[in-house]
Structure formats: structure tokens, C-alpha cells
């Protein structure tokens, strides 16, 4: 399109530009962003859920061979989310973020984007120090965070953060900052803040299989 010569026509046409840009980055962010932090509570329920399954479960296994097979069926469900598809995060040589960084990076490398930063945030423990951790009542879950920087459109990142939860469905996006770039209106400087569940006691999977075998070994 050729701009007219007429300096004050060719302003009226950068605002109308500048109008319809900000217009569509408010649908996209509404529409497309939004919902992921409107799921923060029901992800963070899931994890509360699975704690109690646990709970559940090692009551169960106490009782008659009534509860045998529900219990065992919970128990290898939990195995499987932990384990098999690894959506309760482990630390590779004791480290969280590398692991985090490795599924961040790949989703991102799967759509042709490339993170700026992605930086630990530290977090609360939920064990007390003096707490057992094999209690009845002790907490099972723990949370790890990762703040990521990236820059990309809103649709991009709609594309990201969708490829990450369906991925792991225990995921949670929990903050996401965007800041637009002058030298590329389509492109922002974004801030997002990714939260997984962690084991309390790294342990707490092998004793669910010993579980599981005491639950088969009863059935049988």
C-alpha cells in the first residue's frame, strides 16, 4: 500500500495501524493467555488430589482384601504419573533445574523459539525440619518454579504454554508478564512462571511399588 504524501494523512493511518495492533494483542491475551492463569487453582487441585490418593492408599492397604484391588489400582496410577511419564518432576544429579530447563527448551526448540533466560525461584519447604517424613501426615508434594523469558508473539506463546499442559497435566502456569518491544509491535518481551510437583521424600516412590507388591502378593 503506497502511504499518501500528506504528512497528516500518513499519522491518520499509523494510528488507525497502531489501533488495530493493540486490538488484536488484547483479543489474543484474553482470549488465548488469560485461561491459563484462570486454571492455576483447579492444576494446584490435581496435586492436592493425588496427595490425598496417597493418603488414601496407605490406609487401604491396611484393611481387608475388599480394598485390596482399589488400592492397588490408585497405588499404580500414582506409579505411573511418577515414574513412567514423569510428570511429578525429579532432579537429575540433585539439580530440579536442568530437568526443567531440558522440557522448557524442547517445546520451545518444537515451535522455532528460543528462551532468553529460564532461572529457579526459590520455595517454601512444606516439611518442617523435626517432621517425619513418613508420617501419615506428612506433606507428600512439594512445588518447583521456574521463571522463563522469552521473546515471541501472543500466539506463540498461547502455542507454548499449551504445549507444556498437554504435555503434563500437573503443570501450572502461574504468572505471566508481557512488556511490548518498539523496534517489533508483533513481538514482547514475556515473563512466565512454570510450577511442577515434587516428591517431599524422594523416596515416596519406591515405597509405593513395595506397596504395590504387598497389595498383589495379598490378592494372590
Not at 19 to 39: E, R, T
Not at 48 to 62: C, N, S, T
Amino acid at each position: 500500500m503506497k502511504l499518501p504524501e500528506d504528512s497528516e494523512e500518513r499519522k491518520k493511518i499509523f494510528m488507525l495501524i497502531g489501533i488495530g495492533v493493540a486490538a488484536a494483542c488484547y483479543v489474543l491475551y484474553s482470549f488465548g493467555i488469560s485461561p491459563y492463569l484462570q486454571h492455576k487453582q483447579e492444576k494446584r487441585a490435581k496435586i492436592e488430589e493425588l496427595e490425598g490418593k496417597i493418603w488414601r492408599a496407605q490406609l487401604d492397604v491396611r484393611k481387608t482384601k475388599t480394598y485390596l484391588q482399589e488400592n492397588n489400582d490408585v497405588i499404580a496410577k500414582i506409579i505411573d504419573v511418577s515414574e513412567n511419564k514423569l510428570q511429578i518432576l525429579h532432579p537429575n544429579l540433585g539439580n530440579y533445574l536442568l530437568v526443567a530447563s531440558d522440557i522448557i527448551n524442547r517445546q520451545a526448540d518444537n515451535l522455532n523459539l528460543v528462551t532468553d533466560e529460564i532461572r529457579e525461584i526459590p520455595a517454601p519447604k512444606k516439611l518442617d525440619e523435626d517432621q517425619d517424613p513418613d508420617a501419615d501426615d506428612a506433606p507428600r508434594f512439594n512445588t518447583y518454579k521456574v521463571n522463563v523469558n522469552i521473546k515471541c508473539s501472543f500466539a506463540e506463546l498461547t502455542q507454548l504454554l499449551q504445549a507444556l499442559e498437554n504435555e503434563n497435566p500437573y503443570l501450572c502456569i502461574t504468572r505471566i508478564g508481557v512488556v511490548g518491544q518498539k523496534d517489533d509491535v508483533m513481538k514482547h518481551a514475556i515473563s512466565f512462571d512454570v510450577e511442577w510437583p515434587t516428591w517431599v521424600n524422594s523416596k515416596q516412590p519406591i515405597k509405593l511399588v513395595a506397596q504395590q507388591m504387598i497389595a498383589k502378593s495379598a490378592k494372590e
